[in-house]
């Protein structure tokens, strides 16, 4: 190993405590280069003294050598290089540093996956599940909430990849349930879902454009209902967890049903019309997604209802939970499923929405309705994520609240009532940032902002608003780095390009075999 003379002068950097008595009258006076230069031929020395090894015995020289790796390691990070450089120069020694490679190392590794503790919830379960509306939870994150939010995006995830590993359904025949690989061994699932769009394409579009194949569907695929079956898991989170999951945009007709965005009023509106409520609308295409049903598939109201009623019966006289979760359109028909439940479903225990980058829904009526059906709404959202602030009048819930707490407030209040676009947010807020991140780009792209494990990645690593990126993050980064390369940092990029060809031969699995994060 060489030393270069670019170095900082090292003897100002002696150990501290030492005294060293000399005869003032044998003292040389060395000037300061030729004292930097002695400095760093005896660290030259140190860093290339090896100890005779005998070939003979390969357990004698693996030992000899990781003590002199040791060594040299403990030698440099002793120096503290990093203090005495420009701050610049200082970050990017923190990040080349042994033990950053080392954590950057285990983050993209995907077979050593870590997560959160798994505390027992038993005593705390309803305020984990909003009976507070998360007070207190959110900043700084509890550990325990932290790890029920990613473990929900997870079987969003699961939801997104069995539908990628088959998205076609037959126009002729009842599809069959499907194989969901769960994340969470403790949950079974019970019900396939699908969404029926109540628009189709013309049938020159599939002459013009055969191979299109799925994307053109009316019915697909969307999701499922799953109940935890593991007494040890029911024991430790106090009750039996049924879980709906829903994935995001992903077909033709799906795109073309988030572009009906004029607001509708619901079927069942009998208990609004008294005067000063305001009527509770949703947006056409969400809705109609959400009440289509087709010859095939019943509408994803009718499936998730009925399978929640008849889970409610099974497991009668145990104390339920309903968590329902969403991803993008996911989000949107989550609040539509926890709305039904919570009005068609008779005694129906606790229900809670937990939504990654959701659009609005509907209006303020709509979110009065589910506040008085104590439906618990928590919205994950990304600063940088343009999905969250669409459809509607105002980009800035921020802004819109200003407006009514100002003389304006009469206005918009008449505009709810009159106005197709009055759209308003449900729920609890719950903030991330791109920007936070100290592997992404501050500038990523839209879909990265908008890709659901940057939302897992952003909230495993959230401490407070007030706080940078959490440094014992546990989520892996692989999957992360194979869907988003464009929007890491250059340097996590170059350096995860080695750390992962290493992995790749180390464990004998390509990287390319994880499943792939959705964007939509």
């Given at each position: 190993m060489q030393i270069g003379t670019t170095l900082p002068n090292l003897h100002l950097f002696q150990p501290k405590g030492v005294n060293f008595k000399c005869n003032a009258q044998t003292v040389k006076t060395i000037s300061s280069t030729e004292m930097t230069k002695k400095h760093i031929s005896n660290l030259e020395k140190l860093l290339q003294k090896t100890n005779p090894i005998d070939s003979s015995n390969p357990v004698i020289e693996q030992s000899s050598n990781r003590s002199i790796e040791n060594r040299r390691k403990n030698l440099l990070e002793g120096l503290n290089l990093a203090n005495i450089w420009p701050d610049e120069m200082r970050k990017a020694a923190e990040d080349m540093s042994p033990r950053h490679l080392n954590r950057l190392k285990r983050l993209l590794?995907?077979?050593?996956?870590?997560?959160?503790?798994?505390?027992?919830?038993?005593?705390?379960?309803?305020?984990?599940?909003?009976?507070?509306?998360?007070?207190?939870?959110?900043?700084?994150?509890?550990?325990?909430?932290?790890?029920?939010?990613?473990?929900?995006?997870?079987?969003?995830?699961?939801?997104?990849?069995?539908?990628?590993?088959?998205?076609?359904?037959?126009?002729?025949?009842?599809?069959?349930?499907?194989?969901?690989?769960?994340?969470?061994?403790?949950?079974?699932?019970?019900?396939?879902?699908?969404?029926?769009?109540?628009?189709?394409?013309?049938?020159?579009?599939?002459?013009?454009?055969?191979?299109?194949?799925?994307?053109?569907?009316?019915?697909?695929?969307?999701?499922?209902?799953?109940?935890?079956?593991?007494?040890?898991?029911?024991?430790?989170?106090?009750?039996?967890?049924?879980?709906?999951?829903?994935?995001?945009?992903?077909?033709?007709?799906?795109?073309?049903?988030?572009?009906?965005?004029?607001?509708?009023?619901?079927?069942?509106?009998?208990?609004?019309?008294?005067?000063?409520?305001?009527?509770?609308?949703?947006?056409?295409?969400?809705?109609?997604?959400?009440?289509?049903?087709?010859?095939?598939?019943?509408?994803?109201?009718?499936?998730?209802?009925?399978?929640?009623?008849?889970?409610?019966?099974?497991?009668?006289?145990?104390?339920?939970?309903?968590?329902?979760?969403?991803?993008?359109?996911?989000a949107a028909l989550s609040l539509l499923v926890a709305d039904d439940l919570s009005t068609c479903v008779p005694n129906a225990p606790p229900v809670a929405v937990f939504s990654f980058g959701g659009p609005r829904v509907g209006n303020r009526g709509f979110a009065d309705r589910l506040n008085d059906n104590n439906v618990k709404v928590l919205r994950i959202v990304n600063n940088q994520d343009v999905i969250t602030r669409v459809p509607g009048m105002f980009v800035s819930e921020s802004l819109d609240k200003k407006l009514r707490e100002s003389g304006a407030g009469r206005v918009l209040e008449m505009l709810d009532c009159r106005m197709p676009w009055a759209y308003s947010h449900v729920g609890t807020e719950f903030r991330v940032d791109t920007k936070m991140s100290p592997f992404l780009k501050p500038n990523a792209d839209v879909a990265c902002c908008h890709d659901l494990e940057a939302y897992l990645h952003l909230v495993d690593g959230f401490t407070a608003s007030n706080c940078p990126f959490r440094h014992n993050a546990k989520r892996s980064l692989v999957r992360l780095l194979n869907e988003q390369r464009s929007n890491f940092k250059r340097l996590y990029t170059s350096k995860g390009k080695d750390l992962t060809i290493n992995l790749d031969r180390e464990h004998n699995f390509p990287t390319s075999s994880c499943l792939p994060s959705p964007s939509s």
């Open positions: 590794s995907s077979k050593s996956i870590e997560y959160s503790p798994r505390n027992n919830l038993a005593n705390r379960w309803r305020e984990y599940h909003g009976s507070n509306n998360w007070l207190g939870l959110l900043d700084p994150l509890d550990e325990n909430l932290r790890r029920e939010l990613v473990r929900y995006g997870e079987f969003i995830q699961s939801a997104y990849h069995c539908f990628h590993s088959d998205p076609a359904t037959s126009a002729d025949e009842v599809p069959p349930e499907r194989h969901v690989a769960l994340p969470d061994r403790s949950y079974k699932v019970t019900k396939s879902l699908y969404a029926t769009s109540s628009i189709g394409l013309p049938k020159w579009v599939d002459d013009v454009a055969p191979d299109l194949g799925w994307m053109t569907q009316r019915s697909s695929w969307i999701g499922y209902v799953a109940v935890c079956d593991d007494r040890s898991e029911i024991q430790r989170m106090g009750r039996r967890d049924i879980v709906i999951a829903l994935r995001g945009t992903a077909t033709c007709l799906e795109w073309a049903e988030n572009f009906r965005d004029l607001l509708v009023e619901q079927n069942d509106n009998d208990d609004d019309n008294d005067e000063g409520v305001v009527q509770s609308k949703v947006e056409c295409g969400f809705l109609s997604l959400y009440k289509t049903g087709d010859h095939r598939v019943p509408s994803l109201a009718e499936s998730v209802v009925n399978e929640v009623q008849r889970l409610i019966e099974k497991y009668k006289g145990e104390p339920l939970s309903i968590t329902v979760t969403g991803h993008s359109l996911g």
